[in-house]
């Protein structure tokens, strides 16, 4: 990911890394991707079981290296999708995605792969609610004890340094459908 980081000249997440993830300097070079999805993307790409040729959606996925991966590495058909399109270039951090970036969706027993960064501290996201929403259900099961140690800090300017974790869970599609 480092490499195809560097080679399409993504963000540089580095300035965020040493506040969040302080120990990952030194770890990637510049323009540095963000040090959360050091365990993010190998989490999804086993918790998916890939293979070659496979039709993939990365919703959600900004201008990463994941997306490039997924197509150039691992063989998969990919789609990216992001509610934030816009014109052309980079934003602030790699939020959204160019429409250059960019060229959907879970079919009865896909698999979804959910990350989320959180904290314990304040509500960012609900992640439970987003699967209730869904209709999707957990593919084996999920552990959702805090870890005893944190993987980073949050800190967005206003608020410096509250524990962070970075969430995974697979979840899939029934077969059967969901009356509204």
């Known amino acids: ?13 580095a300035d965020v890394n040493q506040l969040r993830y302080p120990w990952s300097t030194g770890m990637l070079r510049q323009p540095a991707f963000y040090a959360g999805r050091l365990w993010e993307y190998p989490f999804a790409l086993l918790a998916t079981e890939l293979e070659q040729g496979m039709q993939v959606a990365d919703i959600g996925c900004g201008m990463t290296p ?15 999708v992001d509610p934030d399109v816009f014109g052309t270039g980079i934003k602030y951090k790699a939020h959204g995605v160019s429409r250059e970036f960019i060229e959907r969706v879970l079919k009865p027993a896909g698999r979804a792969v959910l990350t989320v960064d959180m904290s314990m501290w304040f509500e ?7 699967i209730w929403e ?6 084996g099961q999920c552990d959702l004890g805090w870890p005893a140690r944190r993987f980073g800090m949050f800190s967005d300017g206003r608020i ?5 974790d970075v ?6 599609k029934s077969a059967g459908s969901v009356e509204t």
Do not use: Q, V, W
């Open 1 to 13: 990911m480092d490499e195809l980081n560097l080679r399409f000249s993504l963000a540089d997440h």
């Open 124 to 130: 960012l996201n609900r992640p439970l609610d987003l």
């Open 66 to 80: 994941f997306t490039i991966y997924l197509k150039d590495h691992a063989g998969c058909r990919m789609t990216g």
């Open 134 to 139: 869904s209709g999707l259900n957990f593919l």
């Open 167 to 172: 969430s995974g869970m697979t979840l899939f």
């Open 160 to 164: 410096r340094g509250l524990p962070a």
